[in-house]
């Protein structure tokens, strides 16, 4: 669903709902400034921009985002966590808010194992993103 309005004194509104299927991973990755492979890339979202440039859109961004990707690949590399070298599922939420999406509740899984990745990716361009790198607790004897 799509809805624009806008007046004569006011810079345009905009209010997107979707569902996005099947996504490229290389693509979606080039759009974060990452380079990224795997299957399907599903997800959700709403998003609400006001403005005419790319920086009031961004500034002006709320929204949500709800996605999953199974078996992908990140490129290892620039503070990312280790967990993104190769997971079978990854599925997650974001915040859309400030200028930046804000990864939510999120899951890594690979086998057995889980893992929780934090990040936020500033609405630039080039988009910045900065991962919180889990730390790591030593297992009690």
């Known amino acids: ?14 209010e997107l709902e979707g569902q996005l299927d ?4 290389p693509q979606v990755g080039q759009l974060l400034g990452l380079r990224s492979t795997g299957g399907a890339f599903n997800g959700h979202g709403e998003i609400a921009l006001t403005g005419f ?22 490129a290892a590399g620039n503070g990312l ?11 997650g939420d974001a915040a859309i808010a400030n200028g930046a999406l804000t990864l939510g509740e999120n899951q890594v899984k690979r086998g057995d194992r889980v893992s929780q990745i934090q990040a936020t990716v500033r609405l630039a ?6 991962f919180v790198i889990p730390k790591t607790v030593a297992a009690k004897p």
Do not use: C, N
């Not at 709320?62 to 990140?74: D, H, K």
């Not at 966590?81 to 599925?91: H, I, K, N, Q, Y």
């Not at 361009?125 to 900065?130: H, N, Q, Y």
């Open 125 to 130: 361009d080039p988009p910045r993103i900065a």
């Open 22 to 25: 099947k996504l490229s991973p």
């Open 53 to 74: 440039t790319g920086d009031d859109l961004a500034a002006s961004a709320t929204g949500a985002l709800a996605f999953e990707w199974q078996r992908g690949t990140v």
């Open 81 to 91: 966590p280790s967990d993104l070298g190769r997971f079978d599922l990854w599925t």
């Open 1 to 14: 669903m799509y809805h624009a309005a806008a007046t004569a004194k006011d810079k345009p509104s905009y």
